[in-house]
């Protein structure tokens, strides 16, 4: 079983419905994983009580965000897959060929600093409203140094906007996009069937099979 580290900010209160479903599928056999840790800047959140339910080693990390204290952590644990599901704080000094994340829209036009979670959404509807975008979608890709959802893109799946969408809506589609899809592309990574050199991002080979559909607007 490959050992995977996830890093999850959660909400304060709530939250952390990625990386328990990494979890429910680790149990399950879909995921060919062991999740031996999981990260949050929430000392008592949403992702916490989710490992403390079953039974999964807690970080708290509360920063500083730099390259010294994400190294520390990843070195400790020795994991060969880190996995972001929903993890909101600028990254640094992870490996990229091993980084992954998983982002709740299309990219690059709707990634970026401040561009997590409803930010997304609302993002989104506005431009649809506006006829700029027809879809929105969930999209994988490596984690690149000093850059916000800017590694390469191995994942984009669209997911369906109705016309009396607002954000809370094309958020819940979302997710249900995000929680099918995120174990299953997961396992090709940890399997080698996707992967990069870590530096070009020409080198990154993704089977045919594997939805890369971007979404025409999001350029």
């Given at each position: 079983m490959k050992r995977t580290l996830v890093f999850a900010s959660g909400g304060a209160d709530v939250g952390g419905s990625g990386f328990r479903k990494l979890v429910e599928s680790s149990l399950s056999?879909?995921?060919k994983a062991e999740i031996i840790s999981v990260v949050s800047n929430y000392p008592n959140g949403g992702v916490k009580k989710i490992a403390d339910e079953f039974g999964i080693n807690f970080i708290y990390f509360p920063g500083p965000f730099?390259?010294?204290?994400y190294r520390k952590i990843v070195e400790r644990y020795e994991p060969d897959l880190i996995a972001l599901s929903g993890w909101i704080k600028f990254v640094r000094g992870l490996d990229p060929k091993i980084t992954i994340n998983i982002h709740p829209g299309p990219l690059p036009k709707y990634g970026g600093q401040g561009m997590h979670g409803h930010?997304?959404?609302e993002a989104i509807i506005k431009d649809y409203s506006e006829g700029k975008i027809l879809f929105s979608a969930v999209s994988m890709h490596f984690v690149i140094e000093d850059g916000y959802d800017e590694g390469p893109?191995?994942?984009?799946y669209p997911v369906y906007i109705g016309q009396d969408y607002d954000a809370n809506k094309i958020g819940a589609e979302v997710n249900k996009i995000e929680h099918g899809w995120q174990a299953y592309i997961t396992n090709?990574?940890?399997e080698g069937k996707i992967y990069w050199d870590g530096?070009?991002?020409?080198?990154l080979v993704v089977p045919e099979y594997v939805p890369r559909i971007f979404i025409k607007g999001s350029e």
């Open positions: 056999g879909i995921l730099n390259a010294v204290e930010n997304v959404h893109a191995f994942f984009s090709l990574v940890l530096k070009d991002p020409k080198s």
